[in-house]
Nanobody, 121 residues
């Protein structure tokens, strides 16, 4: 079965860095679209950064210039490098995937990880 496993969350001070990882398994395709979303308490889930099966990338305006999404050479692991983090980046971060590229549209992705908490103080 398809599965996504996130790791790398934690607590960090404002201005610091954090790196999230997401490993996909069970997809018949070698490379799938993988996207990071986040949800803070009382707020809607929002797209943060995504990478298409051919490595096109997309970012939310709020993280451009600070966050970078990348994929490993094998293709089934995606990383979110978070630099210069701010308190407003505090949220549960989720990885989602689909064989097709839906940019940062959350309702198009049907495979989700369990989430990893990021807290910026």
């Amino acid at each position: 079965h398809v599965q996504l496993v996130e790791s790398g969350g934690g607590s960090v001070q404002a201005g610091g860095s954090l790196r999230l990882s997401c490993v996909a398994s069970g997809f018949p395709q070698n490379r799938v679209a993988m996207v990071w979303f986040r949800q803070a308490p009382g707020k809607e889930r929002e797209g943060v950064a995504g990478i298409s099966p051919v490595d096109m990338v997309d970012y939310a305006d709020s993280v451009k210039g600070r966050f970078t999404i990348s994929r490993d050479n094998v293709g089934n692991s995606v990383y979110l490098q978070m630099n210069n983090v701010k308190p407003e980046d505090t949220a549960m971060y989720f990885c989602a995937a689909d064989p097709r590229w839906w940019q940062l549209k959350a309702n198009r992705y049907h495979v989700w990880g369990q989430g990893t908490q990021v807290t910026v103080s």
